[in-house]
């Protein structure tokens, strides 16, 4: 808020200044709870992880290039595919979107100067963290999970698989599903009660409708996922029977409960990516979403269908054909509100002006991916083809042109979308445009010949093949594809890197975007806005005189809420002010409970269990010492 | 601390929503346990199998009665906090806190047993019951170690963030009683 500012405005300013003020250096880092700072923190360390799980791949792919590679051997190819599988899921993609951009930008978008609960937040940032190291310790010793991502038994159990692999990837498991349910617990809350006056439903940005849809999925999805890995955990180090049928356990308890949490995991993976569509297309298009109310439930509605359809991945174990009539017509439904917003997004594009920058064009690149990826899933849905397909490379091209194609491609549009509001620069769009071009070709060489070996017959997980199948050629193309993607990808990582160091000026609304967000200066200051705007549409930052309304309010000093550490609550529904809450300021605690969990999980793994309880215990004692710290307020 | 100049609408904190999220998240937790053990029910002919003896009726049921009777001296603590009545609102938090921890002494002394008499290394059956038990009991150590802090905190002063502390603590309860019926029909199935 750049105005020229008499006396007032400028004491308010200060004032928010003072008390926001961040502790700078490496402490500051440490004990922060801005949303800002830790959703550049889960930034950070998701691209790390990217890159771990994109080396992992290459090296795939670069022993699958020729007929008979020996690169590496058997073992090692299963736990690279499988910690491929789990980093880009668990360590990648979820906490990117909802960690990284919906802590970042959830409370820019709602008019908030904070998540609802500043602490958990860094907490489940940390927490995250230490399962990152946790599960990737298991490279030092050579032990990394070697199941497969969905792990199934009795692969998993110990007679079949003795080492620390599969406890690694059980207890790395129950760790990050703590992690991400308090982060999907926190965006929950933050949505429901710290929404900007007037900021009722039907005008909150679509972008948070996808958050709330995905942060729902997570907390009714994850508890199966957490349940489903303590039961094998139990198995393997205490002899509990709960999939073995010699003891009356049954091996398809495990697959029935990874894929209730695994299939909504789709939708949790996919539905950021629809947020950042419907952010990015209105902006280029210059018009607001079209069917925007239809766009909202359609985005609620895939994650509840999302939880009806999970014995579609179990169509050749054997269930009864009535079950598998069932989940095959409740497959084909979540056809209609995927294709909603696939319309939805087309006819804004088409009754607008777009304007094709980098960003757009990653929306266009997700767009085809994802009708790609959802014609072939929905020949999945048709039992005798999914029976002749199973466990094949057709299965592998169908899944990466959605958790690749359509999940992690808005992601590289939003990440040069948001990047001139994050760093207050501007991004080079010749480079940008160009890494569009190479990672649209690298994703389409290194996918769709999979198809084509996939019903070739070549099966999933083999880590070789003999020639002359008819498969070299494709085998080749895709790895080679693998290379150009990678060189898409770098790219954009040297963009962002030059684009910060050149230091273009990029202001504080570049592309003319309709949300929040873009009202307040890039990068945001501490306290997101000086004054928490007041919403009556949908595109707040397009209603001119609502916003030169903030500005008198600023002289007034309404809802500037400058004599504290403070944001607004508000009613659930229609967004009323109900209360001021006062918000905590940086703290230890978070990032000393989270050490304490990642120790105590090593000592799991390493079988110590009262040493492991002793350190839960001073997890206690650390969100003791957290809580001790209250508001200061008047006795009630 | 600023005063609100906009009219306000009375609502629940943030704090009694989050624990609203938290409940449901657990709640799914204990819905996939004993979805599991109805599972696995149906995949044996014998559930439990059949030379164990059946688990007891008497003492759970006792015990079980309870520990949800502590829901009524929660509520009144709720009540009592949102009205400014801390000394009674601590009084109810007493009486709760002392019939919660003689539930949790006498469950734990019987769980150890029960692990003795069905080992969960026997059957399946066993690793269900004794890890759905274990988990309710977990949950009553959290509810346990909240309403003591709440007991320590409201001791000497009642504020605004401490109310909506204990609230989420009570729904936290209701929720823990719930579940904890549903673990008892649980332990009562066989016999029906």
């Known amino acids: 808020m750049a105005v020229v500012a008499p006396s007032p405005e400028r004491t308010r300013i200060e004032n928010l200044e003072r008390l926001w003020a961040a502790r700078p250096g490496l402490l500051g880092w440490l004990t922060t709870v801005d949303h800002k700072k830790i959703g550049l923190l889960y930034f950070w360390t998701t691209l790390v992880f990217f890159a771990a799980g994109g080396v992992e791949a290459l090296l795939m792919r670069t022993q699958l290039a020729t007929a008979n590679e020996r690169l590496v051997g058997p073992e090692t190819f299963d736990q690279l595919m499988t910690m491929h599988g789990v980093t880009m899921i668990f360590f990648f993609i979820i906490p990117i979107t909802t960690g990284a951009f919906g802590n970042y930008l959830v409370p820019l978008m709602i ?72 982060g999907a617990l926190n965006l929950i809350v933050t949505i429901f009660k710290l929404r900007a006056p007037g900021m009722s439903w039907n005008r909150m940005p679509l972008f948070c409708f996808a958050m709330l849809a995905a942060s729902l999925s997570l907390v009714f999805a994850l508890p199966a996922l957490t349940a489903d890995c303590i039961f094998l955990e139990l198995q393997r180090k205490l002899g509990f029977h709960f999939f073995d049928q010699a003891h009356g356990g049954d091996p398809l308890l495990w697959q029935h409960l990874f894929w209730i949490f695994g299939h909504p995991e789709v939708y949790i993976i996919v539905l950021p990516a629809f947020g950042i569509a419907t952010s990015i297309i209105p902006t280029f298009a210059r018009h607001k979403m079209v069917a925007f109310p239809l766009v909202a439930m359609a985005e609620l509605l895939v994650a509840f269908i999302g939880f009806g359809v999970w014995a579609h991945h179990m169509f050749a174990t054997g269930l ?63 039992i005798p083809f999914d029976q002749a397909t199973t466990d094949t490379y057709f299965v592998v091209a169908h899944f990466h042109f959605i958790i690749f194609g359509a999940a992690v491609f808005p992601v590289l549009g939003g990440i040069y979308y948001w990047f ?78 030059r684009s910060y160091r050149r230091n273009v000026p990029a202001g504080r609304d570049p592309f003319r975007g309709g949300t929040l967000e873009w009202t307040t200066t890039s990068p945001p200051p501490h306290y997101n806005f000086a004054v928490i705007p007041t919403v009556t549409s949908p595109y707040p930052n397009w209603d001119e005189p609502d916003r030169e309304e903030d500005l008198r309010k600023l002289a007034r000093g309404d809802l500037v809420l400058d004599q504290g550490h403070e944001t607004p609550e508000s009613t659930v529904n229609d967004a009323w002010p109900s209360a001021v809450a006062e918000m905590p300021p940086e703290s230890p605690w978070p990032i000393l409970a989270a050490a304490t969990v990642t120790v105590a999980f090593f000592l799991l793994l390493t079988q110590h269990y009262a040493t492991a309880g002793a350190f839960f215990v001073l997890t206690v004692l650390a969100a003791a010492g957290w809580n001790a710290h209250e508001p200061e307020e008047a006795t009630g | 601390m600023t005063t609100v100049t906009l009219p306000v609408r009375h609502a629940h904190a943030k704090g009694w929503w989050g624990m609203v999220v938290f409940v449901a998240t657990e709640a799914t937790l204990f819905g996939t346990l004993v979805g599991t053990y109805v599972y696995l029910r149906f995949q044996n002919a014998h559930w439990p199998p059949e030379q164990l003896p059946l688990p007891p009726v008497l003492t759970p049921t006792m015990l079980t009665v309870a520990l949800v009777a502590t829901s009524v001296p929660m509520h009144v603590a709720s009540r009592s906090v949102s009205e400014g009545r801390r000394v009674r609102a601590w009084w109810a938090l007493v009486v709760a806190l002392a019939v919660q921890v003689v539930y949790l002494v006498w469950q734990v002394h019987d769980y150890v047993h029960a692990i003795d008499v069905y080992p969960p290394s026997g059957s399946a059956w066993a690793s269900v019951y004794v890890t759905i038990l274990g988990a309710d009991h977990a949950h009553v150590l959290v509810g346990v170690l909240l309403t003591t802090w709440f007991v320590l905190r409201i001791r000497t002063r009642l504020t605004r963030y401490r109310a909506v502390g204990v609230q989420a603590t009570a729904f936290y309860w209701h929720a823990v009683n719930t579940i904890t019926i549903a673990v008892l029909a649980v332990q009562l199935s066989p016999h029906l």
Do not use: C
Request: charged share 10%.
């Open chain 1, 111 to 182: 008019g908030a100067r904070d998540m609802a609960f500043p602490r958990l937040n860094a907490l489940s940032y940390w927490l995250f963290l230490g399962a990152g190291m946790f599960m990737y310790s298991s490279f030092l010793i050579h032990q990394a999970p070697n199941a497969g991502w969905f792990d199934y038994v009795p692969l998993a159990l110990r007679q079949y698989n003795g080492g620390l692999n599969v406890d690694f990837y059980a207890l790395g498991l129950i760790f990050t599903t703590v992690a991400a349910t308090i």
């Open chain 1, 420 to 497: 001139p509001k994050v760093t207050g620069r501007m991004y080079d769009e010749r480079l940008a445009q160009l890494s569009f071009w190479l990672t649209f070709a690298g994703t389409t060489l290194t996918f769709f010949p999979m198809h084509i070996v996939g019903l070739l017959g070549m099966t999933r997980r083999i880590y070789t093949y003999d020639g002359g199948l008819g498969w070299d050629a494709y085998n080749l193309i895709e790895t080679i594809g693998g290379y150009v993607l990678a060189t898409g990808l770098l790219l954009i990582a040297f963009n962002i890197v």
């Open chain 1, 320 to 382: 009864t054909s009535t079950t598998l009539v069932f989940f095959a017509a409740a497959s084909m439904m979540v056809v209609i509100p995927s294709t909603i917003q696939i319309y939805a997004w087309l006819m804004t594009v088409n009754i607008g002006t777009p304007e094709f920058r980098a960003p757009l064009m990653f929306i266009g690149g997700f767009i085809l991916f994802f009708v790609i990826g959802g014609l072939s899933g929905i020949m999945f849905a048709a």
